[in-house]
């Protein structure tokens, strides 16, 4: 992980909750999925830390820091190392030491005769952990294609498969013979988590402000429910267990590990 600086506060770092609400300037871009609401609940309730928010896909996210409208943000892993001036922060990512549900590839043939994989663009670690996981894992050389028109899925050739990330995967779940659980699937060929999105700051945010952020995650994941129920997706009966079970929230020591392997992956595919 050379060239890449990391601001992490654990818990144990932080001072005490009743600290008064920091008033921050600048805005902080997060990913408009389900997997990300016990961050915004407590950026929006905690009462730690008082920003503007930017909500978009997580390649929406890449742009608004390197564009410069946010000096905080929820980014992919697959564009960290790419990024200016950022440094990895605060103990929470979005990861799975389990199956993930919401980045698989859908298909209905078995792995081995996928002739096409028709690539989600909303993220560039998904894209790049189906390539890696072609050429290591599977040992398939499909062909690979940019899925612009979400409506080829209920059209497919044979061959073809869908990378899907997010919140629609849900809506495809049973539409296909096959489902692979990306997140599993790494699990199985590396023995190690996987790590989807990181938090990172410019260099320039002070230490202070990542801790309120943190207070805030905190606080955000203490209330999953409540965050589940605030915004709209309490009709979802797999939304909290969705968050609890599948979705693993803590940045630790196995996590840093997968990251490392999965950089180094990526550099060495060309992946990036």
Known sequence: MAGINFCIFARTDLQSKNMPQLIYPGRIAAVSYLNTVPFIYGIEHSGCLRAGLILSPPSRCVAAFTEGEADIALVPVAAVPQLP????VTSFCIGAVGPVRTVTLM??????QIERIWLDGHSRTSAALVKILCAEYWNISPEF???DDYRAIDRPRKGDAFLLIGDKVFDYEGRFARIFDLAVCWQEYTGLPFVFAVWVARESVGEEVIEALVRSFEYGMGHIPESVA?????GKEYAVR????????????????????????????DSY
């Open 107 to 112: 298909a209905d043939c078995p792995v081995g």
């Open 145 to 147: 294609l940019q899925l």
């Open 242 to 269: 969705y968050l609890t079970e599948n979705i693993d929230f803590p940045l630790d020591d196995r996590k840093y590990r997968a990251l490392e392997s999965f950089w180094e992956k990526c550099r060495l595919s």
């Open 230 to 234: 605030y915004y709209g997706h309490s």
């Open 85 to 88: 001036d950022a440094k990895v």
